[in-house]
């Protein structure tokens, strides 16, 4: 069965730098969900989208955006990265009618030098 | 606002023991879902199960088995007969849905399980 896909699945930047994560949702699945999980932590909610429109927001920095394109899939853009971003970026989606079934994708593990 | 407590930060079993993994939840909601994630060592969160909140009866899935208690607000986590393969960060969440109807899964602190061969 097909998955969430996440792409890259790792990402090394320098401070200051920006990064663009991806998030390809499982099909027929309109709703995603971005998650950070620093190490050591839980994953914290950031931000999710339905059909395309910001659903809720969660503890997301200002320098992070994200949007939801016509085909669902979802960019996460982190601009002026800190070392305290490095983490663990979860996407999930959830289905036509049924936004409490989440499948998570696989996590891009981000590190900021 | 929705908090999900995992009181037990690290637990060591020896290999076969049987082991359960706490948790402790708080809404203001009538209906909410209750999940466990498995996060091994590679990363990745694998979903165990969902339960919501209308249905209290208790699952068994080989190994696995899941206690939800509404009176407690706790929906404990069995492995019985543990094996190696178990070793991993346990998450416990908790989705509600907010002003919009719109779902985000709030995380416990997760509970790292080593078992020792």
């Known amino acids: 069965a097909a998955g969430v896909i996440q792409s890259p699945r790792h990402l090394i930047k320098e401070k200051r730098e920006t990064a663009t994560l991806k998030c390809y949702p499982i099909?027929?699945?309109?709703?995603v969900y971005w998650y950070q999980q620093g190490p050591g932590q839980d994953p914290q909610f950031l931000i999710s989208?339905?059909?395309?429109?910001?659903?809720d927001k969660g503890s997301i920095p200002d320098r992070f955006s994200a949007q939801q394109f016509s085909d669902y899939h979802s960019e996460l853009n982190m601009s002026s990265l800190e070392l305290g971003d490095s983490a663990l970026y979860f996407c999930a989606s959830s289905p036509v009618g049924d936004v409490n079934e989440q499948f998570f994708g696989p996590g891009t593990r981000l590190t900021v030098l | 606002a929705q908090k999900v407590t995992q009181a037990q930060t690290e637990i060591s079993v020896v290999e076969k023991e049987d082991v359960t993994l706490d948790c402790v939840y708080e809404t203001r909601d009538t209906t909410y879902y209750l999940f466990w994630y498995k996060q091994p060592p590679s990363g990745e969160l694998v979903f165990l199960i969902r339960r919501n909140s209308f249905d209290e009866q208790n699952e068994i899935s080989g190994r696995y088995s899941w206690n939800f208690q509404k009176s407690t607000s706790s929906f404990n986590f069995t492995i019985t007969a543990s094996q190696v393969v178990d070793s991993a960060v346990y998450f416990c969440?908790?989705?509600?849905?907010?002003?919009?109807?719109?779902?985000?899964?709030?995380f416990g602190t997760g509970t790292k399980l080593q078992v020792i061969p």
């Open positions: 099909p027929r699945h309109d709703t």
């Open positions: 969440a908790l989705s509600e849905p907010n002003s919009g109807g719109y779902q985000k899964v709030t």
């Open positions: 989208f339905y059909e395309k429109m910001q659903s």
